[in-house]
């Protein structure tokens, strides 16, 4: 039987105009929450048919595109290359603008460990380990994400049942325990580069992503 979280409701919703560093625009509708579990500010970006004012009324007959995006500060606004987090959300962003649907955006920096741990992991992988040893090193589990919220806010928009944009399977697996019916897994591009090819490498072979990586080499 899938798990059914507490309710959370939807707090405030506001349209913003969004605009990223290659010229791209769009108009999302963001919505804030109350009742979140774990009571940090996780916010929703409604786009495409859903950057309108939230209506539960209206009957939407194909399911939403939603990509349940963790929180990058390194590469969503200052654009490190260590990752491929930003261009992950760039690319998020206008397919779901073109499809319809939400990015939903968590805040798990480093796969929840924090952004001064993930800082902390980057020395580590400095040294020679990967993504996920850097975490284990630090006494953390390789990836402490939790995405209840992300059920949550799902079921504050009216949605319980979502096509995902994610190359992450346990994204899928906790959604659909939490009662999330996942109608498709879309992947996402692949944004490799000399600089993250490592990081690339352990999450498709240790964090089991799907992730075809034709230049990355044993």
Request: charged share 25%; glycine share 10%.
């Given at each position: 039987?899938?798990?059914?979280?507490?309710?959370?409701?939807?707090?405030?919703?506001?349209?913003?105009?969004?605009?990223?560093?290659?010229?791209?625009?769009?108009?999302a509708?963001?919505?804030?929450?109350?009742?979140?579990?774990?009571g940090?500010?996780?916010?929703?970006?409604?786009?495409?048919?859903?950057?309108g004012?939230?209506?539960?009324?209206?009957?939407?007959?194909?399911?939403?595109l939603?990509?349940p995006?963790?929180?990058?500060?390194?590469?969503?606004?200052?654009?490190s290359?260590?990752?491929?987090?930003?261009?992950?959300?760039?690319?998020?962003?206008?397919?779901?603008?073109?499809?319809?649907g939400?990015?939903?955006?968590?805040?798990?920096?480093?796969?929840?460990?924090?952004?001064y741990?993930?800082?902390?992991?980057?020395?580590?992988?400095?040294?020679?380990?990967?993504?996920?040893?850097?975490?284990?090193?630090?006494?953390?589990?390789?990836?402490?994400?939790?995405?209840?919220v992300?059920?949550?806010?799902?079921?504050?928009?009216?949605?319980?049942?979502?096509?995902?944009?994610?190359?992450?399977?346990?994204?899928?697996?906790?959604?659909?325990?939490l009662?999330?019916?996942?109608?498709?897994?879309v992947?996402?591009?692949?944004?490799?580069?000399p600089?993250?090819?490592?990081?690339?490498?352990?999450?498709?072979?240790?964090?089991?992503?799907?992730?075809?990586?034709?230049?990355?080499?044993?």
């Open positions: 039987m899938p798990e059914t979280p507490p309710a959370a409701t939807v707090r405030t919703q506001v349209t913003v105009p969004l605009r990223f560093s290659d010229g791209y625009l769009a108009t509708r963001v919505f804030s929450f109350d009742g979140l579990v774990d940090r500010e996780h916010l929703a970006f409604g786009l495409g048919d859903r950057a004012p939230l209506d539960g009324r209206v009957a939407r007959p194909v399911p939403p939603v990509r995006h963790s929180e990058c500060l390194t590469g969503d606004v200052f654009g290359r260590r990752c491929d987090c930003g261009p992950q959300l760039r690319e998020a962003v206008e397919r779901i603008a073109d499809a319809g939400y990015l939903l955006y968590l805040r798990q920096e480093g796969r929840g460990i924090g952004l741990a993930k800082l902390d992991a980057y020395a580590l992988q400095d040294a020679g380990l990967d993504t996920y040893e850097a975490n284990l090193a630090l006494g953390h589990r390789p990836d402490e994400r939790d995405y209840t992300a059920a949550q806010m799902l079921a504050a928009l009216g949605v319980d049942r979502a096509a995902l944009l994610s190359n992450n399977p346990d994204k899928a697996a906790q959604l659909a325990r009662g999330v019916t996942v109608t498709a897994r992947p996402t591009g692949v944004h490799l580069s600089a993250n090819a490592g990081y690339l490498a352990a999450k498709a072979g240790r964090g089991g992503h799907a992730l075809d990586l034709p230049l990355v080499r044993d």
